[in-house]
C-alpha cells in the first residue's frame, strides 16, 4: 500500500485566497483525521470521518475552515479566504479501528504558507 | 480533560542512552504510543504499549509505563544521529478514536 497521500505537498497562497488540500486514507480504513501542526500549538486534532461522515469538528479552529468526505478515498481541508496565521502543516491520518492497536498512520504532509 | 505533556528538547550524544518522558491524565486510557517525526515528513509510529502492561522492549527501545504516576517514558539505546528527530507520545482512551498528543520532544543527537 503507498500509504495516506496528500497534496500538495507545498502550497503558498496569498491572504484571501481559498485553499483546498487534499487526501487519500490507506483502502479499507474507516476513519479519517485531518491534524494542524505549529510551532506554538503543536498537533491539534481539527476533524475526524468515520465511514465518510463527520465525527467530531470541534477542532476546527473557526468558519473559514470546512472539510469534506464524499467518498471512502478521497477527503478535502479547505480555507477560505485564508490568513497568515493558517500557516502551517496539515496533516492527513487514517487507521481501522478494529487493529488491537487502533494506531493512526500519518500523510507526509502540506506545509501551508499564507502571504 | 485530556493533557499530555513532554520536556520540549533533549540532547545526548551518540552511543549514549536516550529517556524521553511524558505524563498524562488520562487513567481510563487504553493504549499509548510514541511516534517519531523526522524533519519534513509525518509521523512514523514507533512502538506502543497497552495499559496493562508496564514495560515492552522493542530492539533499542524500551517503553515503562507507571500507571500510577500517570507516566510513561521512551529509552532509546545506543542513540544514533538517525535518532534526532521529534518524538510524540499520544494516548488513547477508546472514546471517538480520538488520540491526544504530547507537545513533542526534540532529540539531537550530537557525536
Known amino acids: 500500500d503507498a500509504g495516506v497521500i496528500q497534496s500538495p505537498r507545498h502550497e503558498v497562497t496569498e491572504m484571501g485566497q481559498e485553499v483546498t488540500l487534499r487526501c487519500k486514507p490507506i483502502?479499507?480504513?474507516?476513519?479519517l483525521f485531518w491534524y494542524r501542526q505549529t510551532m506554538m500549538r503543536g498537533l491539534e486534532l481539527l476533524i475526524y470521518?468515520?465511514?465518510?461522515?463527520?465525527?467530531?469538528d470541534s477542532g476546527m479552529p473557526e468558519d473559514r475552515f470546512s472539510a469534506k468526505m464524499p467518498n471512502a478515498s478521497f477527503s478535502t481541508l479547505k480555507i477560505q479566504p485564508s490568513e497568515p496565521r493558517d500557516s502551517a502543516v496539515y496533516f492527513c491520518?487514517?487507521?481501522?479501528?478494529?487493529?488491537?492497536?487502533?494506531?493512526?498512520?500519518f500523510g507526509p504532509g502540506t506545509r501551508l504558507t499564507v502571504l | 480533560g485530556e493533557d499530555v505533556e513532554q520536556s520540549l528538547f533533549l540532547s545526548v550524544r551518540e552511543g549514549d542512552s536516550s529517556v524521553i518522558n511524558c505524563t498524562y491524565t488520562?487513567?481510563?486510557?487504553?493504549?499509548l504510543y510514541w511516534y517519531k517525526q523526522e524533519p519534513g515528513a509525518g509521523l512514523q509510529l514507533l512502538t506502543y504499549?497497552?495499559?496493562?502492561?508496564d514495560m515492552k522492549q522493542d530492539q533499542r527501545l524500551t517503553v515503562l509505563l507507571n500507571k500510577k504516576d500517570k507516566h510513561l517514558s521512551l529509552r532509546i539505546a545506543d542513540t544514533q544521529t538517525g535518532d534526532s528527530a521529534i518524538y510524540f507520545c499520544?494516548?488513547?482512551?477508546?472514546?471517538?478514536?480520538?488520540?491526544?498528543f504530547g507537545t513533542g520532544t526534540q532529540l539531537k543527537v550530537e557525536l
Open positions: 491520518a487514517s487507521n481501522f479501528v478494529r487493529e488491537p492497536t487502533d494506531t493512526q498512520y
Open positions: 483502502s479499507g480504513h474507516d476513519y
Open positions: 470521518f468515520n465511514n465518510n461522515v463527520p465525527i467530531d
Open positions: 488520562d487513567s481510563s486510557s487504553t493504549y
Open positions: 504499549i497497552f495499559s496493562n502492561m
Open positions: 499520544a494516548e488513547f482512551t477508546g472514546g471517538g478514536n480520538k488520540l491526544t
